[in-house]
C-alpha cells in the first residue's frame, strides 16, 4: 500500500518511522521530505501547500492515503480539495483547522460551548489592546498572535512595558505577519502544561500519551520562546482519571461545537492544557501532531497508527477500535538546533552524526544535503533525539548524551528536557 506523506520536518519524520517499523509492505512516497526520512521513504519534490500539485502527485502515484504534516496545508484548504476528488486524506478540513489557524476564533469557540480556558479579549487596535491590559487583566498577562506563528506568537508578560512591547510587536511592527492582524490579551494562567493528542473521526475520540514540550531556549525554562526544544512521555500527572476528564470536558465538547458550527474535525486535534488549582483548562489547540512532541510519543507506540489514520480517512468510525497500547517506560526527546535560533538561525553548517543504537531515534528536522553529497544544516531545529528506556532517568540521560555526540558549529541543547519530571519522580 502506497502512502504520501507530506511536509519535511522531525515530525513528518517520525510519522514516516512508526508507519514503515508497523508495516514493512508500506510503500511511503514523502514530499518534499528530507535526508532522514529518505532512508525510509522516496522523497519527491512537491509544494505541500499547493493542493492542485499535491492531487496531480497523489492520483499519479494512486497512493491510498494521504497524511499531512504541517499545519500550512491545512490552513489552505488541501484536504478540502483532496476530499473533493475522492483522494483519502487524514487531516481536518480548512474550516475546521481554524481551531489552530484563528486563535481568536477558537476562544469564542470554547468561550460559547462552555469548555474550560483562561479568560481572554481580541483587539486589532494597540491601543485597545492595551487598555485592556490595564483595565481588565492587569500583569503577568498573555499576549498571542491569533494566527499562525511557527510557535513563536505567545508572549507572557510580566510588567506592563513587556505586554505594552509584545502588543506593538505583533500589532504595529507585524513581527509574525498575517498572524498578527489581531492578538488575544488573555489572563495568565500558573500551572502544568500537558500536550495531549487525540485521532478523532468528528465524534469519538483516540487519546495518546500524555507529553509536556519545553518552549524556552535555555535551561531552566530560560531564554525567549521557542518552537519546541523537547519532550517527554509519559507524564506521571496525566492518570486515566485525568484523561477521561479532558475526553468528557473538552474534548468532545469542542467536537460538538464544531459539528455544530459546521466544520466537524477529522483528524489529528492537539490539546495544549494546563493544570491549574481549579482543574484542567484549555491553552490553545493545535490541527495537526505537534513538534517535537510527536517525536516522543509516536516510539512509544505498540499498537497500529495506520488503522485509524485509514478509517478516519476514509469516513469510518473509530468508536469500534481498541485503544492505543504503549510500551514500557519512558521517552525523552532533546532537540538540536542551531546557532541564533529562534530569530536568525546560522544554516549551512557541516554536521557529523555518529550512529546509533536501536533504542535511540535521530529524527532529521532541519538536514539537507550539499552538492558534494555531505550533511549540512539547513533550520532552526536541525535533529531531535528520542531516546527510549526503562525508566524515565535513564531515558533522559541517553537523549541528553546522544544529542551531544551530534556535531556541528554552533549546535545547541537542553540538558534538562523533563527536569519537572525528574523533580516529581525524586
Known amino acids: 500500500m502506497k502512502i504520501l506523506l507530506l511536509g519535511s520536518g522531525g515530525r513528518e519524520h517520525a510519522l514516516a518511522d512508526a508507519l514503515a517499523r508497523e508495516n514493512t509492505t508500506i510503500d511511503i512516497v514523502a514530499g518534499p521530505g ?3 526520512i529518505g532512508q525510509l521513504a522516496r522523497v519527491v519534490s512537491v509544494n505541500a501547500s499547493d493542493p492542485i500539485e499535491v492531487a496531480e502527485l497523489a492520483e499519479r502515484e494512486q497512493v491510498k492515503l494521504v497524511v499531512v504534516g504541517p499545519e500550512a496545508p491545512l490552513a ?3 484536504v478540502d480539495h483532496l476530499q473533493h476528488i475522492g483522494v483519502p486524506v487524514f487531516g481536518p478540513t480548512m474550516g475546521a483547522a481554524k481551531v489552530e489557524t484563528s486563535k481568536a476564533d477558537t476562544k469564542s469557540l470554547m468561550m460559547a460551548a462552555g469548555i474550560p480556558t483562561a479568560r481572554a479579549e481580541t483587539h486589532k487596535k494597540s491601543t485597545d489592546a492595551k487598555d485592556a491590559v490595564r483595565a481588565r487583566f492587569g500583569v503577568p498577562v498573555v499576549i498571542k498572535a491569533s494566527g499562525l506563528a ?3 506568537g505567545v508572549i507572557i508578560c510580566h510588567t506592563l512595558k513587556e505586554a505594552d512591547a509584545a502588543i506593538e510587536r505583533i500589532l504595529e511592527d507585524k513581527a509574525f505577519g498575517d498572524a498578527g492582524s489581531e492578538c488575544l490579551v488573555e489572563a495568565f494562567m500558573t500551572g502544568e502544561e500537558l500536550s495531549l493528542f487525540a485521532v478523532t473521526d468528528g465524534y469519538n475520540v483516540m487519546p495518546m500519551l500524555g507529553a509536556q514540550d519545553h518552549k524556552r531556549l535555555l535551561d531552566g525554562d530560560e531564554g525567549p520562546n521557542t518552537g519546541g526544544m523537547g519532550a517527554y512521555t509519559p507524564v506521571s500527572f496525566s492518570t486515566p482519571a485525568l484523561m477521561d476528564d479532558v475526553t468528557e470536558r473538552i474534548f468532545l465538547p469542542t467536537l460538538h461545537a464544531l459539528r455544530k ?4 474535525f477529522t483528524g489529528l486535534l492537539y490539546a495544549g492544557l494546563m493544570l491549574t488549582e481549579e482543574g484542567v483548562k484549555v491553552v490553545e489547540f493545535n490541527c495537526r501532531f505537534g513538534d517535537p512532541e510527536t517525536q516522543a510519543i509516536l516510539p512509544m507506540l505498540a499498537s497500529s497508527l495506520l488503522d485509524p489514520m485509514m478509517t478516519v480517512a476514509h469516513g469510518g468510525r473509530i468508536g469500534n477500535l481498541s485503544p492505543f497500547t504503549w510500551r514500557e517506560g519512558a521517552s525523552v526527546t532533546t532537540v538540536v ?8 538561525p546560522v544554516t549551512g553548517e557541516h554536521i557529523t552524526l555518529p550512529s546509533f543504537s536501536d533504542d535511540l531515534r535521530v529524527y532529521h528536522a532541519g538536514t539537507a544535503r550539499a552538492e558534494d553529497g555531505s550533511l549540512r544544516t539547513s533550520g532552526g531545529r536541525v535533529f531531535a533525539v528520542t531516546a527510549m528506556a526503562e525508566t524515565f532517568g535513564d531515558a533522559q540521560d ?15 541543547y537542553r540538558r534538562d528536557i523533563g527536569w519537572r519530571e525528574a523533580a516529581r519522580l525524586a
Do not use: H, M
Open 34 to 36: 528530507n535526508p532522514g
Open 76 to 78: 489552505i484548504g488541501l
Open 150 to 152: 511557527a510557535g513563536k
Open 261 to 264: 458550527r459546521g466544520t466537524p
Open 337 to 344: 538546533a542551531s546557532q541564533g535560533y529562534p530569530d536568525a
Open 398 to 412: 541517553a537523549s541528553r548524551e546522544a544529542a551531544a555526540r551530534i556535531e556541528f558549529d554552533g549546535a545547541i
